[in-house]
């Protein structure tokens, strides 16, 4: 099996082999589908399910859709286009989650940043893989991101700008303005290749800069289903967002989807 390296949409160079996809397709690992259109067949099957639980919010299917729908079309309108980077640096909220099937129905990549990172960090990810768009908290166990992020910006060539989540203040839009316009439609966005970049995670560089590693939407669809087989997660089983402010026991712990 050959491997070649080819440029991404979003201008990472990746690895590729068209025989080791073939096999992958074969054997039923990668589908020709994303996480969006998964996402969009279950939310039009059962709009009222109940999806994801933060504290005390209950989020369902039809209502994350409808969120992500109108933040793809802010990401529209802040010009972005297939492969461009945006990053977030939240809690498991359900912010997150909308941030991440925004981006992926329009073909962006993720970027999440763990919240402890602090100016060094942060400033050589977003600066590494040039993130157009940055989600911050405004304030998070005491530590005021958004500030953190003010104080970035001259370092930032490619940030467009910030968008504080739970928070107001005079840096950076508010999360609600992102989601003031009309839900993108289907035919307004942009098709998704499959192959393309879906997410870039950064290691924690104990021994250097952080690496970033690469994971397309096939991966990361395979990731998914199998993950739900290792658990046995059903349609009607609940996995809880663990709580960002206290300790969770091993059952309680998952993905941020907390109903099928």
Not at 27 to 36: C, I, M, S
Not at 38 to 62: H, K, N
């Amino acid at each position: 099996m050959s491997w070649t390296l080819r440029t991404d949409p979003s201008g990472f160079a990746t690895r590729w082999s068209d025989d080791v996809a073939a096999h992958y397709r074969a054997a039923g690992y990668w589908r020709e589908e994303t996480l969006a259109d998964v996402a969009r067949r279950a939310s039009r099957d059962a709009p009222d399910r109940l999806l994801l639980i933060d504290g005390d919010r209950r989020v369902t299917r039809a209502e994350a859709w409808d969120a992500a729908s109108r933040l793809a079309a802010f990401f529209l309108s802040c010009g972005l286009e297939p492969g461009d980077v945006v990053s977030f640096q939240l809690p498991n909220w359900i912010e997150a989650a909308v941030i991440a099937l925004a981006a992926r129905r329009c073909g962006l990549v993720l970027n999440p940043v763990p919240p402890i990172y602090r100016e060094s960090e942060v400033s050589y990810i977003l600066q590494d893989c040039r993130a157009k768009l940055m989600f911050v908290p405004q304030v998070f166990r005491k530590h005021d991101h958004q500030r953190m992020l003010a104080g970035l910006r001259s370092q930032l060539q490619s940030l467009q700008d910030v968008v504080v989540v739970r928070g107001h203040g005079a840096d950076g839009m508010a999360w609600e303005h992102a989601l003031s316009l009309a839900p993108a439609r289907d035919d307004a966005l942009p098709p998704i290749d499959p192959a393309a970049a879906m997410v870039v995670m950064y290691t924690s560089g104990t021994t250097g800069r952080p690496k970033g590693v690469i994971h397309n939407h096939y991966a990361f669809d395979y990731r998914v289903r199998s993950m739900a087989e290792a658990w046995s997660i059903g349609p009607s089983d609940v996995v809880f967002m663990p709580s960002p402010v206290r300790r969770t026991s091993p059952a309680r712990t998952g993905p941020s989807t907390c109903r099928g």
